[in-house]
């Protein structure tokens, strides 16, 4: 039989009994092709200017990231085939019995490979290409494209990008196998399939010591992390991190010796039926493995963490950028004359663009500022921001021009008494200071009137539209006080507010782009000309959704990228890990086969065994999890309150598809392997 009909053969067999190693090789493929072929998608090319800089920026991400994501695929590609090599040790010794030489078996691996390689590549592209059409739906969603631009696209950069890197993985692979055949022996070769097993635990006693001491300092870690984190400096942090990292690894070495001592006091649960054999199967095999499975644990609770907080910052910002833009314009304009006014003089008069508008004045106050607002958490304030200018005088406005300003934002409208006020804050962290004040009854002097707050705490809001929660406090007065103390208030600006008088995106794009020309002409003659102009602030909805809906898509994008590479990466690594495993046990399992053991508790302990091995790291990743999340949920609270529920259902999702995909392909190839597919008769 010539050398390429045996790798031709070999391949067959082993896509039967290593579909999770081709399965993996092909969704690497897959997923490489699928994120770098974003910017080669049809409706990429329709963007705004604005939009398509969001897609560049993106593009140069996923290429950085991308060379991680290929050293990731490479290691685990690389592990794979020599985890398959080592299982066909005693194959090799027959074929040097039979009279080839080295030079044949290398051949003949060669020969695997490169089948291997072409086939994943090609079917990987082949799927990934029609998943990245997806991408033209997502990038639609994200930028409100125009969808019917939409053409089927195959990215030739994308195509050319996952050959080079797979290839480069690839002689990589053979270069290994070619120095692994060159160094064996025959007769390690024939014997390799009967080394002796290791033992599970040398001393059980000090297993179990050291792991509950390894639990105990993992807890005042987690402690920490979880409820302290407020007190946490960043060398604390640290500290609490490189603490779990070890207390984990030595906790999966030592956990082989505390599952058994604890299981064999079990003795109902440890002698049922095969539980006893699965036990110490399972036990032997985290002994063998320990440090694999630990890392294992870390990369999934890594996956968890980013994927949740990831995807529940993505889902804020989109929440925001829609709570934030229900106008089309915003223009703050820090003069005497007001917006109309102005632009009717540089000859675009609001008439020609807009017929649903309000502008309403806003006051300072020279004895109102920041630190008067702030009244008894001041101190509190200056030590959380030591750089803010807390003689700033604080925006003013009066109760009705902020009903009509509220109205037309579709907000709550309230009501004042002649001696109460409200504030309007959505900068969170500025906002909770201020709820303190507002809580302990906090007064305002505005001239000679005394005021008291109208409720224990802020309104959210804002005066002008914005991508971000930036508003740092607007104080709301009753008219009367307005017009009571005029001379200590002044007029500072004017805030026009409202929708253009056309709805198409391309009318209302002409629309913003003639107001930021007369903008920018008004603001450089004034420049060129050495004059004193007062500052005006021009925001659009439609920029400020498309500059948003871009950072949430990098953001989206790079936790899926990452995340599904971290998760498959371990899937497989421990997919490969319980095959190794059920080829070892199918000697015993033909023990219990002989005497007399049925083929359903048989199955029932397979299943047992493998669901072991795939659950213990996924259960420590989930503890590790529970408090990693509740630091990363504070830290995104902090700064958007909002909680990470929907990261970590969308989470839960991608887990259960990818992770419970690879136990049951592993659970299914096992009992092929075990030959326990038909019912023994």
Known sequence: MNWYNLAFKNMKKSVRDYMVYFLTLILGVAIFYVFNSVGDQSVVKTLSETSYESIQLLLVLLEMLSVGVAFVLGFLIVYANQFLISRRKREFGIYFLLGMDKRDVSKVLFAETALVGLISLVTGIVIGVFASQFMSILVTKFFDADLSAYVFTVSIGAVIKTIINFAIIYLVVLLLHSINISRVKLIDLLHAEKKAEKQIVEKPALSVIVFLVSAVVLGFAYYFVGFRSDELTRKGLIACILTGIVTNLVMFRFAAGFLLGMLQKMKGVYFRELNSFVIRQFCRSINSSAISMGIICLMIFAMICTFSGGISVAYRLQQNVREMTPVDFSIMYTADETVTECFEREGIPAETWTNDYIEIPFYNCESVTWATALGSVIDAAKEQFPAARWNTPETILSISDYNRLATMYGKETFELK?????????????????????????????????????????????????????????????????????????????????????????????????????????????????????????????????????????????????????????????????????????????????????????????????????????????????????????????????????????TVIVLVILYGAYFIATYSTSKRIVGLEREIK
């Open 418 to 650: 002649e001696d109460e006020y409200l504030v309007v804050c959505n900068f969170l962290l500025l906002q909770e200071l201020r709820d303190r004040n507002l809580a302990q009854g906090g007064t305002q002097q505005v001239g000679n009137t005394v005021l008291k707050p109208a409720l224990p705490k802020c309104e959210e809001g804002y005066l002008m539209m914005s991508g971000t929660s930036s508003n740092a406090g607007i104080l709301i007065l009753p008219d009367a006080v307005i017009e009571k103390e005029q001379g200590v208030i002044y007029r500072a600006g004017s805030v026009m507010s409202g929708n253009y008088s056309v709805k198409g995106r391309e009318e209302i794009k002409e629309i913003n782009d003639r107001l930021w020309d007369a903008v920018s002409t008004y603001t450089a003659y004034n420049y060129m000309n050495e004059n004193p102009i007062p500052p005006m602030f021009f925001e659009t909805g439609m920029d400020i959704r498309e500059s948003n809906n871009g950072l949430t898509m990098i953001v989206a994008f790079l936790v899926i990228y990452v995340g599904v590479v971290f998760l498959i990466a371990s899937a497989a690594m421990l997919a490969l890990k319980a095959l190794s495993e059920a080829i070892d046990s199918t000697g015993k399992y033909e023990i219990l086969k002989k005497i007399g053991c049925e083929n359903h508790m048989l199955k029932r302990a397979l299943f047992g065994q493998v669901g072991a091995y795939f659950g213990l790291p996924l259960l420590g990743a989930m503890i590790h999890s529970v408090f990693g999340l509740l630091y990363v949920n504070r830290v995104i609270n902090s700064v958007t309150r909002q909680n990470i529920g929907w990261g970590i259902a969308a």
